[in-house]
């Protein structure tokens, strides 16, 4: 089985690795010269709380200062969470207004929050990059909470086109195997690469929301009664691939010098199986992405996925620009899920207090990771992480990659 490469740790990557020292002779794939990226995260809840009314001006002081804030602290790049449904932070003419916006979903907007953030960004001298969920609707199943104008709701209220959406337990989804789904995920995309000075374009980690015959069955019997041979899985991993696909090349047709990125989640075979994204595709064949930033949420005793160890599959896997995602929300709390009878593990993150900035030295010596992200903004401010943020910004200032 393919998949078991991942299992493999190169021998380069064992030689000189003991505690946490990593050999920093390996070989870079990436001979890239661009800026070391130091980035943040900003959630569309974080967004919300600037958001206090409908004042232009107090929004734009808001960011301002948040932006020239980060940018003292060392922070050379802003990943701004600007559609996390079917709904967005910007003006659309694809998607309505966030709920989380202005009040409600397709509220008229005051302003252009997204617009104004790109300009601050700009002030700053900051990259800004547009993080979307491509697949998500709604976090919860209450389609008639949907605006009239959501598209979503519209096609669940069509006859022909109800199998575009799929309604789970608590939430709704875009099914992935729509063609026209794939369609809309591309013109929204390409009408904030036309519209917007970004630096990328930034998908998480959401794909197939489950593993439910039902998201797809329409298209998957339309498939297979007409020849197709391919398993569901392998189905499901081309739909999502060709998603990625068509959103790559409509990037690089408007601006070939904004990238491409997708922070996927860190378990590779769960990514594969589960969630049916063929990260491994991505991060070796051409017309996929420019960059994956894997969230690896865990401590260096975390027993399924110690911290250093999923590094090294992640940089023995990856040819494409290579960041990682770090947990500063975890700091300060048990990480109850890090081991089933270790209590250190479970709580790592509550007896030290250099985590993050451990892994910031680690990572830092490793040629071809070239920087981070941390999750996120408002855990920068929380006093209870005040001594794990002292340290992350030390380790940030006294990188050698500046």
């Given at each position: 089985m393919k998949k078991l490469i991942f299992l493999l740790i190169p021998i380069l990557l064992l030689s000189g690795c003991t505690g946490n020292n990593f050999n920093t002779q390996t070989k870079s794939k990436s001979q890239s010269n661009e800026q070391y990226v130091k980035a943040v995260w900003i959630t569309y809840y974080e967004l919300q709380d600037f958001i206090e009314d409908k004042?232009?001006?107090?929004?734009?002081?808001?960011?301002?200062?948040?932006?020239?804030d980060l940018k003292d602290k060392g922070f050379n790049t802003v990943t701004v969470q600007v559609r996390p449904c079917?709904?967005?932070?910007?003006?659309?003419?694809?998607?309505?207004?966030?709920?989380?916006?202005?009040?409600?979903?397709?509220?008229?907007?005051?302003?252009?929050p997204f617009e104004i953030i790109c300009a601050q960004a700009q002030n700053q001298g900051l990259k800004i990059e547009a993080w979307i969920n491509p697949y998500r609707v709604s976090q919860n199943n209450k389609i008639s909470e949907l605006c009239d104008d959501n598209i979503a709701k519209k096609w669940y209220n069509s006859k022909d086109k109800k199998s575009y959406v799929y309604i789970g337990k608590s939430s709704i989804y875009f099914n992935p195997a729509a063609d026209e789904v794939k369609t809309l995920i591309v013109n929204g995309v390409k009408e904030i690469v036309s519209s917007y000075p970004v630096n990328a374009i930034h998908f998480d980690d959401y794909f197939y929301p489950?593993?439910?015959?039902?998201?797809?069955?329409?298209?998957?019997?339309?498939?297979?009664?007409?020849?197709?041979?391919?398993?569901?899985?392998?189905?499901?991993?081309?739909?999502?691939?060709?998603?990625?696909?068509?959103?790559?090349?409509?990037?690089?047709?408007?601006?070939?010098?904004?990238?491409?990125?997708?922070?996927?989640?860190?378990?590779?075979?769960?990514?594969?199986?589960?969630?049916?994204?063929?990260?491994?595709?991505w991060c070796t064949a051409d017309g996929y992405i420019d960059y994956i930033c894997p969230q690896i949420y865990f401590g260096f005793k975390n027993e399924n996925q110690p911290f250093m160890q999923t590094v090294k599959k992640w940089v023995s896997l990856s040819e494409k620009t290579l960041y990682v995602g770090l947990?500063?929300?975890?700091?300060?709390?048990?990480?109850?899920?890090?081991?089933?009878?270790?209590?250190?593990?479970?709580?790592?993150?509550?007896?030290?207090q250099n985590i993050i900035s451990r892994q910031i030295n680690y990572?830092?010596?490793?040629?071809?990771?070239?920087?981070?992200?941390?999750?996120?903004?408002?855990?920068?401010?929380?006093?209870?992480?005040?001594?794990?943020?002292?340290?992350?910004?030390?380790?940030?200032q006294n990188s050698s990659q500046n």
């Open positions: 004042s232009e001006s107090k929004f734009t002081d808001k960011i301002s200062s948040v932006f020239s079917a709904d967005a932070f910007y003006r659309s003419k694809y998607f309505p207004s966030s709920k989380y916006c202005f009040g409600f979903q397709g509220a008229d907007m005051a302003y252009d489950s593993k439910d015959k039902k998201i797809d069955s329409i298209q998957y019997n339309e498939y297979t009664d007409s020849g197709g041979e391919l398993s569901l899985a392998d189905w499901r991993r081309d739909n999502v691939s060709d998603m990625v696909s068509r959103v790559y090349k409509t990037i690089k047709s408007v601006n070939k010098n904004v990238s491409f990125g997708i922070s996927p989640a860190s378990d590779i075979e769960n990514d594969y199986s589960s969630l049916y994204a063929d990260v491994e595709k947990p500063l929300y975890k700091c300060s709390k048990e990480d109850k899920y890090a081991s089933s009878s270790d209590k250190a593990a479970v709580k790592e993150f509550i007896n030290n990572l830092g010596k490793i040629e071809d990771i070239k920087g981070f992200y941390i999750f996120s903004y408002s855990n920068l401010y929380d006093k209870d992480k005040a001594q794990e943020v002292e340290n992350l910004l030390s380790a940030m």
